[in-house]
């Protein structure tokens, strides 16, 4: 935690700032991001299959780099390498690769590799698959196609409910998912599978992270959260947040900050999603400092 201490303006004591320790890039994203930085830097041709991180401002200056993102493989063009976010993708999507002759980066998150290799290990004879997380996020996709029989994604403890499940599965959880969910949904999968295999695949960066902002949010005045509108894990830091702290706001760029909310003698923290870059991270640092003035 880095704790800018009580500014001071013209003698008076005024307001506190607090920088998570655990906010912004976790160690997956950094990897994915310096590897697309450096491919810019070496002139290499190369695209990234789908946004690399779900933060609007970092992927413009990848594209200001040269490495713009493409939706589907029909878009690379000759000569260009594909970058595999560290979302992971599915076999399909090597496969695919390798028979059109593209040359791949791959920059899947080792975490979530893990996952890939349990799933398809366990499933290698059929067994059933139970993945607790959002269906249509990347990651999950990317999971599901290593299995080799049934996978069911279940995101709430209500579509758990309603599932019609094995006697035998592995659950796996999206590395992003708040752990009070998962144990949450775990609960009712466990009065329904009878031979029941358990994988606590949360991430720990997710896990510091949110369990920091929880604590952020039970002393600070006013939580700023820093990260992308359509990044999943910095929603579920704001919902953490808005819990303990009646405060708490996500703003994507420094002129998200909200005019007019935050006093001179608040306590404020700053948190970031894992796809928030360093540099955004200060700007909005610098902003909430500045307009304490
Ligand atoms: S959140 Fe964890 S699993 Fe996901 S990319 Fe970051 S380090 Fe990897």
């Given at each position: 935690m880095r704790s800018f201490g009580r500014l001071r303006r013209n003698g008076q004591v005024s307001m506190e700032l607090t920088i998570g320790e655990h906010a912004g890039f976790c160690f997956g994203v950094r990897r994915a991001v310096d590897k697309a930085f450096a491919c810019a830097g070496e002139a290499l041709p190369c695209v990234t299959l789908g946004p690399l991180i779900h933060n609007p401002q970092e992927v413009a200056r990848l594209e200001a780099a040269g490495v713009r993102s493409v939706d589907t493989l029909d878009q690379v063009e000759k000569g260009q390498t594909v970058i595999i976010r560290s979302h992971g993708v599915t076999p399909q999507v090597y496969a695919q690769c390798a028979e059109r002759g593209i040359p791949v980066i791959d920059c899947t998150c080792p975490h979530v590799a893990h996952i890939h290799q349990l799933v398809r290990e366990y499933s290698s004879d059929g067994g059933a698959v139970i993945i607790v997380g959002e269906a249509d996020h990347p990651e999950v996709v990317g999971i599901a196609g290593w299995a080799h029989g049934e996978v069911f994604i279940?995101?709430?403890?209500?579509?758990?409910?309603?599932?019609?499940?094995?006697?035998?599965?592995?659950?796996?959880?999206?590395?992003?998912?708040?752990?009070?969910?998962?144990?949450?949904?775990?609960?009712?999968?466990?009065?329904?599978?009878?031979?029941?295999?358990?994988?606590?695949?949360?991430?720990?960066?997710?896990?510091?992270r949110q369990q920091e902002a929880e604590s952020l949010s039970r002393t600070a005045d006013v939580m700023i959260v820093v990260g992308g509108r359509n990044s999943s894990n910095t929603q579920k830091l704001l919902e953490t947040c808005r819990l303990r702290c009646a405060r708490a706001y996500q703003v994507e760029t420094p002129e998200d900050v909200p005019a007019g909310v935050i006093r001179e003698t608040d306590r404020v923290a700053i948190t970031a999603g894992a796809s928030t870059p360093q540099w955004l991270l200060e700007q909005v640092r610098e902003r909430i400092a500045h307009d304490a003035t």
């Amino acid at each position: 935690m880095r704790s800018f201490g009580r500014l001071r303006r013209n003698g008076q004591v005024s307001m506190e700032l607090t920088i998570g320790e655990h906010a912004g890039f976790c160690f997956g994203v950094r990897r994915a991001v310096d590897k697309a930085f450096a491919c810019a830097g070496e002139a290499l041709p190369c695209v990234t299959l789908g946004p690399l991180i779900h933060n609007p401002q970092e992927v413009a200056r990848l594209e200001a780099a040269g490495v713009r993102s493409v939706d589907t493989l029909d878009q690379v063009e000759k000569g260009q390498t594909v970058i595999i976010r560290s979302h992971g993708v599915t076999p399909q999507v090597y496969a695919q690769c390798a028979e059109r002759g593209i040359p791949v980066i791959d920059c899947t998150c080792p975490h979530v590799a893990h996952i890939h290799q349990l799933v398809r290990e366990y499933s290698s004879d059929g067994g059933a698959v139970i993945i607790v997380g959002e269906a249509d996020h990347p990651e999950v996709v990317g999971i599901a196609g290593w299995a080799h029989g049934e996978v069911f994604i279940l995101p709430t403890r209500e579509t758990a409910e309603k599932a019609v499940l094995p006697d035998r599965a592995i659950v796996v959880a999206q590395t992003t998912i708040r752990r009070d969910r998962f144990e949450d949904v775990l609960s009712v999968i466990r009065g329904k599978v009878m031979n029941l295999t358990v994988r606590m695949t949360i991430c720990a960066a997710t896990s510091k992270r949110q369990q920091e902002a929880e604590s952020l949010s039970r002393t600070a005045d006013v939580m700023i959260v820093v990260g992308g509108r359509n990044s999943s894990n910095t929603q579920k830091l704001l919902e953490t947040c808005r819990l303990r702290c009646a405060r708490a706001y996500q703003v994507e760029t420094p002129e998200d900050v909200p005019a007019g909310v935050i006093r001179e003698t608040d306590r404020v923290a700053i948190t970031a999603g894992a796809s928030t870059p360093q540099w955004l991270l200060e700007q909005v640092r610098e902003r909430i400092a500045h307009d304490a003035t």
